[in-house]
């Protein structure tokens, strides 16, 4: 397995602002995908992160909400725009790594947007 | 697309007693099989998973699942759990459309031990 870190782990925000959720592995990995899990509910999709190449989004979500970066193999980044209360969540980051047909996830950040 | 049943919402069960968390997926030629646990303010961590070989599953913390073919199912059991496994376990079928593997996961079940 790896292990992965994201930040922060939890944050307060207002409406109208943007958050950076930051996501961080100590070991390379060939996918990084980023999940969203509102309260009460199941994870969903938002989009892999592709290295040095723009995301792909799934359905319902588009880039201008949620732009992400990957500059490595290791670290990627998803900011979450323009925020309203619908948009509290928990965030997680998950990859997978060479060779392997798993997805592991990170601790998550519980976003909470006032 | 893929997509991941769990017929259960809650399951409240007594320490010691066995357990079945229930998952059916959608069909498919070939899918690989998981079941992650969540517990509480955590994030997900992998309980087992089937990829192929075998159809009877072991996992962490006491934990196995069968998989059947015929009847799309994978369905998590412990024949005793304790207070500890008290969590929302989640199933995930592997979804390769559009050529990158991704993750299509049921709406969870939430499993409640009591003394």
């Known amino acids: 397995s790896a292990v992965i870190s994201q930040k922060p782990s939890r944050d307060i925000c207002q409406r109208g602002t943007s958050l950076t959720i930051q996501c961080q592995v100590d070991?390379?990995?060939?996918?990084m995908f980023w999940y969203r899990q509102q309260p009460g509910q199941s994870l969903t999709l938002i989009a892999t992160?592709?290295?040095?190449?723009?995301?792909?989004?799934e359905s319902g979500f588009v880039i201008d909400k949620f732009p992400i970066s990957r500059p490595n193999l290791t670290f990627s980044t998803l900011t979450v725009s323009n925020m309203s209360p619908e948009d509290s969540s928990i965030y997680l980051c998950?990859?997978?790594?060479?060779?392997?047909?798993?997805?592991?996830f990170g601790p998550g950040t519980r976003l909470t947007v006032l | 697309a893929q997509s991941v049943t769990q017929l259960d919402s809650q399951v409240p069960v007594f320490e010691e007693a066995p357990v079945e968390l229930r998952c059916n997926y959608s069909?498919?030629?070939?899918?690989?099989l998981f079941w992650y646990v969540q517990y509480p303010n955590q994030g997900l961590q992998l309980l087992l998973k089937?990829?192929?070989?075998?159809?009877l599953v072991k996992g962490i913390n006491g934990f196995e699942a069968e998989f059947n073919k015929s009847q799309t199912s994978f369905h998590l059991r412990k024949p005793s759990v304790h207070i500890s496994d008290t969590a929302e376990y989640f199933c995930?079928?592997?979804?390769?459309?559009?050529?990158?593997?991704?993750?299509?996961f049921g709406k969870g079940t939430k499993l409640t031990v009591n003394p």
């Open positions: 992160a592709n290295q040095g190449s723009e995301a792909t989004y």
């Open positions: 998950s990859v997978t790594l060479a060779g392997a047909d798993t997805q592991y």
């Open positions: 995930a079928v592997s979804d390769w459309e559009g050529g990158s593997e991704k993750l299509v």
């Open positions: 089937y990829l192929s070989g075998s159809t």
């Open positions: 069909s498919s030629v070939s899918v690989y």
């Open positions: 070991s390379q990995v060939t996918m």
